[in-house]
């Protein structure tokens, strides 16, 4: 059974800052993986979907990497801005499988 | 003009009671999905509905019932409502099953009393 771990569970950060979101996942036969954000009283936004095949995808000041071997995937952020505050979840795809494994989330504030 | 969109946004209904949350997507998707975001804001599928056609029941009571009676539209249907049933509920579709973002609705917030 496949299991998502998102770390730190909150980061706090001043603006203009950039930082690293941390998504851990058990099981390496995935298909794909995708960054969401999460804004209070909202649903989820897309932000990033990396294929199984990729190693990273690109939008604007985000960057996420995979790496499947390992179980990891990173979401970067390149100075960031209070807009940017938001819960930041990472979902994992599985091999075989039509549904997604969703983490817990970071919940991040950039203070101005 | 909303893409995925929900309503009721708020649902507070006695124990018991029977209650539905409609869902409509206008982006052409030919997959949608129901998932519930728990106390602790933990997401997890319940259902997913591809051209009509139920591809994903996740061991959710069977007192839930969706129904899909056009590739636009997936609504949720609970009976008997449980105080274990207080969650926000939201509606999602994709353009294919495995490869595609999801785009997701606001949310129900549904509250058991």
């Known amino acids: 059974k496949q299991e998502v771990t998102q770390i730190p569970a909150a980061l706090s950060v001043p603006e203009g800052e950039n930082l690293v979101l941390n998504c851990s996942f058990t099981?390496?036969?995935?298909?794909?993986l995708q960054w969401f954000r999460q804004d209070p009283g909202k649903g989820l936004t897309s932000l990033l979907l990396?294929?199984?095949?990729?190693r990273e995808q690109t939008s604007g000041r985000l960057n996420a990497s995979l790496d499947k071997s390992s179980g990891r995937s990173t979401l970067y952020i390149a100075a960031s801005q209070p807009g940017d505050s938001a819960t930041y979840l990472c979902?994992?795809?599985?091999?075989?499988?039509?549904?997604?494994?969703f983490g817990k989330g970071t919940k991040l504030s950039v203070i101005p | 003009d909303t893409a995925v969109s929900q309503t009721p946004k708020y649902l507070v209904t006695q124990m018991g009671n029977d209650k539905s949350i409609k869902c409509e997507q206008n982006?052409?998707?030919?997959?949608m999905y129901w998932y519930k975001q728990d106390s602790k804001k933990f997401l997890k599928i319940m259902f997913s509905?591809?051209?009509?056609?139920?591809?994903i029941n996740e061991t959710v009571p069977n007192r839930f019932s969706p129904k899909s009676p056009d590739k636009a539209h997936l609504n949720l249907h609970i009976n008997s409502l449980e105080l274990g049933d207080s969650a926000v509920y939201f509606c999602?579709?994709?353009?294919?099953?495995?490869?595609?973002?999801?785009?997701f609705g606001n949310g129900t917030r549904l509250t058991v009393t």
């Open positions: 999602a579709s994709s353009q294919r099953m495995q490869d595609s973002p999801l785009h």
């Open positions: 099981d390496s036969a995935i298909y794909n």
């Open positions: 990396i294929q199984s095949s990729q």
């Open positions: 979902a994992v795809g599985g091999a075989g499988s039509y549904q997604l494994t």
């Open positions: 982006l052409g998707h030919d997959t």
């Open positions: 509905y591809n051209n009509k056609e139920l591809i």
